[in-house]
């Protein structure tokens, strides 16, 4: 999957620099803010996990391109319309009222482009569906209106994150409406497996630098992953409408060093080796362990996860077993 993006990545790049390259040109000269919004940004956010990698080529070498031809297009056909064709320029209007090659066109083409752009919206869907074998799992929980996340490898019981209150943020110069006073921490490198539910109304799981977005569904158990690649605090919000206070539920994430991490699962009262415990476990037995952990979730994405192990799978259960 990695490989043949990088592939298309390089092609698609020569076709479509042109198109692209003014514009977004103009935005690198800009430095964005990592892990939260720009003042005055009009770009997605930078990335800082590989799913939003993908998700950034995909907006910009595939849409993007797509977009401006065809406004272009329509653009310089009203233009031709308005300056051949009116009542000045052409006193004597055509009496035809059909043309079947035209019509056949204009079904085809839109329909063309769609399944071009279908191949690689499915592809980043595949990507973002093909998660590597976790590091470690974190359950995120919506409630009306702040987060709970819990650390079960790790033996940490549920903890609220709410939003942090304006005077704070400002005396702690954090970004007030994103800073939450307990953040969900993970280590940088790792791959974390967001277990994503919600306990009163649909919310949403979503961080923009990582690329995620995943709905918080009252009894059903939702799945993404990340695996953050610079140390970090990272911010992301509620995504999903879900009352009065919906604006009020940030999600701050912050990405340390694995030994800071640790320190932070003892100050938790957890269990810092609790994740090297568990994988041993899941790697002895994956069929059985993948089952059991994923017993919550919806049967469609259980069984996919089961049967289509991640590529990282293999090497990592030879070890454990040697
Ligand atoms: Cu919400």
């Known amino acids: 999957m990695k490989s043949s993006l990088q592939g298309m ?40 996990a590989p799913l939003k990698y993908d998700a950034i080529w995909f907006h910009d070498w595939i849409l993007m391109p797509i977009i401006t031809i065809i406004t272009l297009f329509v653009a310089a056909l009203l233009i031709w319309v308005v300056v051949r064709y009116n009542a000045r320029s052409n006193p004597v209007p055509a009496k035809f009222s059909h043309n079947t090659t035209i019509e056949v066109v204009w079904t085809l083409v839109p329909v ?41 490898d790790h033996e940490v019981g549920e903890f609220i994150s709410n939003m942090l209150p304006e005077e ?37 799981f979503a961080l923009p630098a990582f690329g995620l977005k995943t709905d918080a569904i009252p009894g059903r158990v939702n ?8 140390e970090g605090v ?42 090297a415990a568990s994988t041993e476990a899941e790697a002895t037995a994956p069929a059985i362990d993948q089952t059991a952990t994923d017993a919550s979730a919806t049967e469609g994405e259980t069984e996919d996860a089961a049967v289509s192990p991640p590529e990282t799978a293999a090497p990592a259960a030879a070890a454990a077993a040697n």
Not at 27 to 38: H, K, R, S
Not at 126 to 136: A, G, N
Not at 181 to 197: Q, S, W
């Open 234 to 275: 990272y911010y992301g919000q509620c995504s999903e409408l879900c009352g009065v206070d919906h604006a009020y539920m940030p999600i701050e994430i912050r990405v340390v060093s694995q030994a800071a991490f640790d320190a932070w699962i003892a100050g938790k009262g957890g269990n810092p080796a609790g994740l």
């Open 168 to 204: 704070e943020a400002r005396a702690a110069g954090v970004p007030y409406l994103l800073a939450a006073n307990e953040p969900m921490v993970v280590p940088v490198g790792k791959t974390v497996r967001v277990l994503v539910t919600a306990a009163d109304v649909i919310h949403s």
């Open 223 to 230: 799945e993404t992953w990340f695996t953050a690649e610079r």
């Open 9 to 48: 990545r390089t092609l698609a790049a020569g076709a479509a620099a042109g198109a692209t390259m003014a514009f977004w040109g103009v935005q690198a000269l800009a430095q964005d803010l990592i892990g939260q919004p720009t003042p005055k940004g009009i770009a997605l956010q930078p990335a800082a």
């Open 112 to 152: 063309l482009i769609l399944v071009f752009i279908a191949i690689f919206s499915f592809r980043l869907l595949f990507t973002y569906h093909d998660m590597p074998r976790p590091d470690l799992t974190v359950k995120a929980v919506g409630y009306q209106w702040y987060w709970g996340y819990e650390y079960p």
